[in-house]
């Protein structure tokens, strides 16, 4: 019996197709032919149980398959959890360009983007700051074009949207594929979601 779920929707213009799939290890024949079909793979952590066996192979499974990753942590507004530390967690298992592209704020209640904005007067977070975390992408992201890092210096910021252009097309995709994408997300708000060009997404162990 096949347990895997299929969706499919328009975000903005893009067509996105997901691959819903368990992520228990007795599923495991259903999660990995997903990772042949799929752009990008969406590994999803919980908050309250924190880095699972099945999420360690599937990051590693998609790695070997040079395919994006994005690590989805949801569940962050239950009693007890402590995302700072599950945060330095996932990089020192995944790697240190394994940052946050938003933020919790009011105890996991609700997130703060850090990629899009650039006001110094953001709402505060529950750990870290938007400025902290933005300045830690902007510098991840200029790496991959000298322009861009002769501009950051210059200026101290780039346009977000420049920013998404480049490592959507000729960044951070174009090199050996590196989970650099680490969303947060409530309990009430499970699904992952990819943006791209007529994307395909396999959501993995959650």
Known sequence: MDNSSLVHFEHRGVQVHVIDTPGAPDFLGQSLPALEAVETAAVVISATTGIEPMAGHMMQWAAQ?????????????????????????????FGKECLPVNL?????????DCFYNMAQESPATDFSSVAQ?????????????????????NDGDVDPQELHACAAGAGVARRPPDPDLLRLRPHRRRRARAAGRDRQTAAGPH
């Open 104 to 112: 919790p704020s009011e105890h996991g209640a609700r997130v703060i």
């Open 65 to 93: 398959r040079e395919r994006d990753r994005i690590i989805v942590v949801n569940k962050i507004d239950a009693q007890g959890v402590n995302l700072e530390t599950l945060v330095a967690q996932i990089q020192a298992a």
């Open 133 to 153: 975390a933005h300045r830690a992408l902007v510098e991840q992201v200029v790496e991959v074009d000298a322009a861009f890092v002769e501009r950051y210096l």
